[in-house]
């Protein structure tokens, strides 16, 4: 069955001291099913997966393949790596656990000068899991690599006979247009840019991955559901809101900001490695107070 809906990228947690802290996977899971998103991309950008050790990424993928069965939760788990060999163990090791998808980002050290040298460097992690669909983690921002994917989806299947289709966190939209006009039937290209939701819904997007759908699922179904029954609307207030929730976390740091939300929501996720830096316990009062003023941290307890 093809990915779509919401899928949560999630946050690795981590004890007091930075090490994993897998006993919370189990209340993720069941918050996150409790609200309704179809499953979880594991180990991504949310996740500090860079951050992490190959040990620590391993473990991390088996907690969450037996949680996340037993929540009915889809699981994709990125693989990539700036390692091609340690990029092989992570998707080998998903393959085995028989997961719905891997995906991979272009490493972003010495990085890939065109589509050629990129497919050179997916095949063979690809090929590691060879049962189980892949999709390129097309996130310019980060990794600082431009290429043209329209041009990898047209040549992406000729040598990568799982290729699946993009976690496209790009705010390119045009190039997401001409991707789904072109691709869309052929493959799944999974919007990644949580603040642009409605448009990519606009523009064919059949789901989407992102981190607020850890804590703010219900009010992106909003946006889904007002956009299917064709109320512009009401979809465009929903975006909205969920736009004033992405900036209000910015201004504190996006990431170490999301997780002290997940906190707030009785699920703590712990603090973010080094070099990312952890709230402060008076910047995390600021920000339940700036949340709570405005609404949007009842908003996202509706999921808790």
């Known amino acids: 069955m093809s990915l779509g809906g919401l899928i949560a990228a999630v946050h690795t947690p981590m004890n007091a001291d930075g090490g994993l802290a897998l006993g919370t996977v189990e209340r993720q899971a069941a918050h996150l099913a409790a609200a309704g998103v179809e499953g979880v991309f594991l180990g991504g950008t949310t996740g500090e997966a860079h951050s992490l050790t190959v040990r620590e990424r391993l473990d991390l993928a088996r907690c969450w393949a037996e949680v996340g069965r037993s929540h009915q939760l889809r699981l994709v788990v990125h693989v990539g790596h700036n390692c091609q060999a340690d990029a092989r163990e992570l998707a080998r090791q998903a393959g085995g656990l028989r997961v719905d998808a891997i995906a991979a980002v272009a490493p972003s050290y010495f990085r890939p000068t065109d589509i050629d040298s990129l497919l050179d460097f997916l095949v063979p992690i690809a090929a590691a899991a060879p049962t189980t669909p892949f999709y390129y983690y097309d996130i310019p921002a980060l990794t600082n690599l431009r290429l043209p994917m329209p041009e990898l989806l047209a040549r992406g299947p000729k040598r990568l006979p799982t290729f699946a289709g993009l976690k496209y966190t790009n705010s390119d939209l045009v190039q997401y247009l001409e991707c789904h006009q072109r691709f869309g039937e052929q493959l799944r290209l999974l919007f990644g840019c949580d603040e642009l939701l409605l448009a990519a819904l606009a523009l064919g997007a059949p789901g989407a991955v992102g981190s607020t759908y850890n804590f703010a699922a219900p009010l992106y179904q909003k946006v889904m559901r007002f956009h299917a029954a064709g109320d512009l609307f009401s979809a465009r207030r929903a975006q909205a809101r969920a736009c004033q929730l992405i900036q209000v976390l910015a201004r504190y740091g996006f ?44 908003e996202c307890r509706s999921a808790s």
């Open 255 to 298: 990431l170490p900001a999301s997780k002290a939300v997940m906190g707030l929501l009785g699920i703590d996720c712990g603090p973010v490695r080094s070099p990312l830096r952890s709230l402060t316990s008076a910047e995390v009062s600021a920000l339940r107070d700036e949340l709570e003023t405005t609404g949007l941290l009842a």
